[in-house]
């Protein structure tokens, strides 16, 4: 069964922080591996999106990991802001016939960041 | 450039009444897609649209819900007749083009059936 799984379910840090988000998946065949940030009331907007060669990829105060061999990806946030309180969803495509994809959702880590 | 936009933002029905969910995808996106989020679970995917085609509709829940992109541009989402747990949030997403290409995604419909 294809899925998507996410820790922490919550977390609170500080202003300033850094803190890492897990996914781990079990979507075959594999296309690519995205994550979202999600703010309440607005859709998901993409921050990261990785094929099984990139390792690593970064934009702005957020890298995500991915390691392709034990199906595991990371979001690091490095110095938090109060802006980065949001829902983090990791996202696995899997690739379909005809060149598309489908997406599957991870349950999201919901990050809360304190003064 | 707009983005994806949805209307309504938010519809309260009750149980075995019809609502239309609206989804105005980025101009020229031929990608359209709907999901959907119910209380406490992950989105979920419920069908793609090729311009007006429907490519994939392996996600739509049963044949109370019924989808159309008239002319490859906007789409709507019927649901008739409403049930309880149709309630969650619906999302339409647009891509320009099949692939990695990622997909932006409109804000929303809150959907509550009483």
């Known amino acids: 069964k294809n899925q998507v799984e996410q820790s922490p379910q919550s977390l609170i840090i500080l202003e300033g922080k850094n803190c890492t988000l897990q996914?781990?998946?079990?979507?075959?065949?594999?296309?690519?591996l995205r994550w979202y940030k999600q703010d309440t009331g607005r859709g998901p907007v993409s921050l990261t999106i990785m094929t099984f060669s990139e390792n690593t990829k970064s934009n702005g105060r957020y890298t995500a990991t991915l390691d392709a061999d034990t199906k595991q990806s990371s979001l690091h946030i490095t110095a938090s802001q109060l802006s980065d309180s949001a829902s983090y969803i990791c996202v696995v495509s899997g690739s379909l016939s005809g060149g598309y994809n489908k997406l599957i959702f991870g349950a999201g880590t919901r990050l809360a960041v304190h003064p | 450039e707009a983005g994806v936009t949805q209307f309504p933002s938010h519809s309260v029905i009750e149980k075995g009444q019809t609502v239309t969910l609206r989804c105005d995808p980025i101009?020229?996106?031929?990608?359209l897609y709907w999901y959907r989020r119910v209380m406490g679970k992950e989105i979920k995917f419920l069908l793609h649209?090729?311009?007006?085609?429907?490519?994939?509709e392996s996600g739509m829940p049963n044949n109370r819900f019924l989808a159309e992109r008239t002319g490859g541009t906007y789409s709507t989402l019927k649901v008739q007749p409403a049930e309880l747990e149709d309630s969650g949030v619906y999302f339409c997403a647009s891509s320009p083009e099949r692939g990695m290409r990622e997909q932006y995604f409109g804000p929303g419909t809150r959907l509550t059936v009483t």
């Open positions: 649209f090729v311009k007006e085609s429907k490519q994939d």
């Open positions: 996914c781990n998946y079990t979507v075959s065949p594999f296309s690519n």
């Open positions: 101009s020229g996106h031929d990608n």
